[in-house]
């Protein structure tokens, strides 16, 4: 069963086109991750799937129910985590979460979304005075307030540190143990990766790659990549050149070789750099990754 169904979505602003096109399905009970730069369609597609936005063009189900006369349904079996989420100022993180509980037909318990959040020192505070993740983090206490069957998170670790960015992790892992279906989209690859059953590669309103990650990543790759900084004033044409070398990808001070044959590889750059007289700073080898997968689709790296 498809807790969401997506056909030919489209949805432009003026003559710029957001979403071009888009199809795809996310199974029930399935992590699903939407992964692209800032302006790639990722925000747009879920809002029009959410119902924030009416599409132009395509069809869109939720949960078996399309948007209209089944929004009220929809909207009580879902939870929306968006990137940034207006908060009241002169309200306590707890006066919040009871607000937002009045809204639905069912809710969880204030004091264990609390707990779960991870803001139960905060409990008291106003939105105010919380930092950037604190906010995000309730944010996401907001989403799941009522305790829904498929949630939405958008970008749910931006701003925040390492130790609370696993903490979210181990919610969604926790989320989809108990069933839930979970849309996240992110730029971070490594979030992608660990909590993904399968993904969608966005760019300019596109899905140009879809699946699993590790299939995605072994499907482009066979290689290993060995990285390092950019070095100035070096005919990198000649990295081509190199023993082993399949590919050679250079992006913001950054060159990557992608090599079948490593030991060779290696030492072959090693004796290229001595001769002429540069070091390898940033000097890192290590497998393909869904970030390799992105700058070899689309020309540069997810973060621009």
Same mark, same amino acid.
């Given at each position: 069963?498809? /807790?969401?169904?997506? !056909?030919?979505?489209?949805?432009?602003?003026?003559?710029?086109?957001?979403?071009?096109? @888009?199809?795809?399905?996310?199974?029930?009970?399935?992590?699903?991750?939407?992964?692209?730069?800032?302006?790639?369609?990722?925000?747009?597609?879920?809002?029009?799937?959410?119902?924030? &936005? !009416?599409?132009?063009?395509?069809?869109?189900?939720?949960?078996?129910?399309?948007?209209?006369?089944?929004?009220?349904?929809?909207?009580?079996?879902?939870?929306?985590?968006?990137?940034?989420?207006?908060?009241?100022?002169?309200?306590?993180?707890?006066?919040? =979460?009871?607000?937002?509980?009045?809204?639905?037909?069912?809710?969880?318990?204030?004091?264990?979304?609390?707990?779960?959040?991870?803001?139960?020192?905060? /409990?008291?505070?106003?939105?105010?005075?919380?930092?950037?993740?604190?906010?995000? &983090?309730?944010? =996401?206490?907001?989403?799941?307030?009522?305790?829904?069957?498929?949630?939405?998170?958008?970008?749910?670790? %931006?701003?925040?540190?390492?130790?609370?960015?696993?903490?979210?992790?181990?919610?969604?892992?926790?989320?989809?143990?108990?069933?839930?279906?979970?849309?996240?989209?992110?730029?971070?690859?490594?979030?992608?990766?660990?909590?993904?059953?399968?993904?969608?590669?966005?760019?300019?309103?596109?899905?140009?790659?879809?699946?699993?990650?590790?299939?995605?990543?072994?499907?482009?790759? /066979?290689?290993?990549?060995?990285?390092?900084?950019?070095?100035?004033?070096?005919?990198?044409?000649?990295?081509?050149?190199?023993?082993?070398?399949?590919?050679?990808?250079?992006?913001?001070?950054?060159?990557?070789?992608?090599?079948?044959?490593?030991?060779? %590889?290696?030492?072959?750059?090693?004796?290229?750099?001595? /001769?002429?007289?540069?070091?390898?700073?940033?000097? %890192?080898?290590?497998?393909?990754?869904?970030?390799?997968?992105?700058?070899?689709?689309?020309?540069?790296? @997810?973060?621009?």
């Amino acid at each position: 069963m498809n /807790a969401i169904e997506v !056909r030919n979505l489209r949805k432009t602003y003026g003559t710029h086109t957001a979403v071009d096109e @888009i199809s795809f399905t996310v199974a029930a009970g399935e992590v699903y991750g939407m992964l692209g730069p800032n302006g790639a369609g990722k925000t747009t597609t879920v809002e029009c799937i959410e119902g924030l &936005r !009416r599409p132009d063009a395509g069809e869109v189900r939720v949960l078996g129910m399309t948007h209209g006369r089944q929004t009220s349904e929809i909207k009580a079996r879902m939870g929306v985590g968006l990137q940034t989420t207006g908060l009241f100022p002169k309200l306590t993180v707890r006066e919040i =979460i009871n607000l937002y509980a009045t809204f639905f037909p069912r809710s969880l318990p204030t004091a264990d979304l609390i707990e779960q959040v991870g803001l139960a020192e905060k /409990a008291g505070a106003y939105s105010a005075q919380l930092s950037g993740g604190q906010k995000q &983090r309730l944010a =996401i206490a907001l989403a799941l307030v009522n305790d829904p069957d498929l949630i939405f998170l958008d970008e749910p670790t %931006t701003a925040m540190d390492p130790a609370g960015r696993r903490s979210v992790w181990e919610m969604v892992l926790d989320l989809k143990a108990r069933g839930k279906t979970v849309v996240l989209t992110t730029h971070y690859m490594e979030e992608a990766a660990h909590l993904c059953d399968r993904v969608a590669v966005v760019d300019r309103g596109r899905i140009i790659a879809e699946g699993r990650p590790d299939d995605l990543v072994r499907q482009h790759f /066979a290689e290993t990549a060995i990285e390092f900084a950019t070095p100035k004033g070096v005919a990198m044409d000649r990295l081509m050149e190199l023993a082993g070398v399949n590919r050679v990808m250079q992006e913001n001070g950054s060159t990557t070789l992608l090599s079948t044959e490593v030991p060779e %590889t290696v030492a072959a750059l090693l004796a290229f750099a001595r /001769a002429q007289g540069f070091r390898l700073d940033r000097f %890192t080898v290590r497998n393909a990754t869904l970030e390799d997968l992105f700058l070899r689709l689309t020309g540069r790296r @997810i973060r621009e």
